[in-house]
C-alpha cells in the first residue's frame, strides 16, 4: 500500500524567509509518480510539479525548489524568500505510473506567511 | 484557473438523503476523478471514469456512484448520506492518452450532512 506522510501540520514563518515543507513516501512500485499540490482557502487544489521515479534531478521554478532523494523516499518542497500569497496548505501526493489518476495525499502542511 | 467546473459550491443535506454533485471537465479532457477531502485531511480517491465507464475506484462503498456523460462532465451521486459524508469533493480532469496525464482540479463542492 502507498502512504504518504507530512510531519509538519503547521509552519509559520516570517515573510522573505525561506521554508522547506517535507515529505516522505513509502510504496513497493518500482515506477511512481511523485506531486506537490498548493491549497489556498478557496479550496481548488494548484498543482505545482510532477516528478517521475526515474528522474532524480533536482528541480527550481522561481521561488520554488523540490528534491527528490529516493535513497530517503523524501520529496521535499522549499519556498525561497516566502510571500504572503504563499500562504496556504500543501500537499504531497504519489501515484502508480500506471495508474497516475489515483493519487494518494498525505495529510497536508498549512503554510502561514506572515508580513 | 484550470477550466474545472463543480456545482454546486455549497450544499447541506439531512442523514439519510441522496446527493447529486456535478463536475465539468477542462476543455478537451476526456477522464474525470472524484476525491473526498475531509476536514483537516488529504484528499482521498472515489473513482475515476473514462469513456463514460468506471475506470479505478478506492475504498468507497457502492452507495457513492457516479456517471460521465458523452461531452465529459460527471456526476457525484451518494445515497443514504452519513454524517461522515460531511467533506470537500473535488474533481479532477485530465486527458491520459497513455493515463499519464497530471490531473488539475476543480474548487470542489462543500457537502454538510446534518
Known amino acids: 500500500a502507498q502512504k504518504v506522510t507530512q510531519a509538519q501540520t503547521e509552519i509559520s514563518v516570517v515573510e522573505k524567509e525561506d521554508v522547506t515543507l517535507d515529505c516522505v513516501y513509502e510504496?513497493?512500485?518500482?515506477?511512481?509518480?511523485l506531486f506537490w499540490y498548493k491549497q489556498p482557502p478557496s479550496g481548488e487544489l494548484v498543482f505545482l510539479i510532477r516528478?517521475?521515479?526515474?528522474?532524480?534531478q533536482n528541480e527550481i521554478s522561481g521561488r520554488y525548489s523540490w528534491n527528490f532523494q529516493k535513497s530517503t523516499s523524501s520529496f521535499n518542497f522549499t519556498i525561497t524568500a516566502s510571500q504572503v500569497v504563499d500562504s496556504a496548505v500543501y500537499f504531497c501526493?504519489?501515484?502508480?505510473?500506471?495508474?497516475?489518476?489515483?493519487?494518494?495525499f498525505g495529510k497536508g502542511t498549512l503554510l502561514t506567511v506572515n508580513p | 484557473e484550470t477550466g474545472v467546473t463543480q456545482s454546486p459550491t455549497h450544499l447541506i443535506k439531512t442523514r439519510g438523503q441522496q446527493v447529486t454533485l456535478r463536475c465539468s471537465s477542462q476543455?478537451?479532457?476526456?477522464?474525470v476523478s472524484w476525491y473526498q477531502q475531509a476536514l483537516g485531511q488529504g484528499p482521498q480517491f472515489i473513482f475515476q471514469?473514462?469513456?463514460?465507464?468506471?475506470?479505478g475506484r478506492g475504498n468507497f462503498p457502492p452507495r457513492f456512484s457516479g456517471l460521465q456523460f458523452p461531452n465529459y462532465s460527471s456526476e457525484l451521486n451518494v445515497n443514504a448520506l452519513e454524517l461522515d459524508d460531511s467533506a470537500l469533493y473535488l474533481c479532477?480532469?485530465?486527458?491520459?492518452?497513455?493515463?499519464?496525464?497530471?490531473?488539475?482540479f476543480g474548487p470542489g463542492t462543500r457537502l454538510l450532512v446534518l
Open positions: 476543455s478537451g479532457h476526456n477522464t
Open positions: 471514469y473514462y469513456r463514460e465507464e468506471e475506470n
Open positions: 510504496t513497493r512500485d518500482t515506477t511512481y509518480y
Open positions: 516528478r517521475n521515479s526515474f528522474d532524480e
Open positions: 501526493a504519489l501515484s502508480e505510473a500506471q495508474a497516475i489518476y489515483k493519487l494518494t
Open positions: 479532477a480532469s485530465s486527458f491520459p492518452a497513455t493515463f499519464q496525464e497530471t490531473q488539475y
